[in-house]
């Protein structure tokens, strides 16, 4: 069940850096050919005009784009790992029968002797 969560998380991931690259790409975009506007080339744009706040304008929104993708890509791995923790592989309860650890020797049953001890002469 776990694997299918982190798959999903991955692919919504994916998803997510694919929305946030074109959403990069449009204010990039929009902000690059506003902030250009009314510019002299080779000229930096003279303060407090609107080139010079689109140019800040600009850098704010592709940092904003940067920093929600950031924080919408934490929250899908994060609910997945929180997922997991809370329902993940289940731990067998400490109430149960022990188990074997495993040997290949069968046990004799309860109460029956031992072959190696009736060879020795033993009980």
């Known amino acids: 069940m776990t694997r299918i969560v982190w798959w999903g998380a991955f692919v919504g991931a994916a998803f997510w850096s694919v929305f946030s690259l074109v959403a990069y790409a449009v204010v990039d975009t929009v902000g690059a050919g506003a902030s250009s506007y009314g510019t002299v080339p080779g000229f930096p744009p003279e303060p407090f005009t609107f080139a010079w706040i689109a140019a800040r304008v600009h850098g704010l929104g592709v940092s904003a784009v940067g920093l929600t993708w950031l924080i919408g890509l934490a929250l899908i791995l994060g609910s ?3 997922f997991q923790r809370f329902f993940g592989r289940r731990r067998p309860s400490l109430t149960q029968a022990p188990r ?12 029956a002797s031992h072959p190696a001890r009736e060879r020795a002469g033993g009980r």
Request: glycine fraction near 14%; proline fraction near 27%; aromatic fraction near 6%.
């Open 80 to 82: 997945a790992a929180l």
């Open 100 to 111: 074997s650890w495993g040997s290949s020797i069968p046990a004799p049953p309860p109460g």
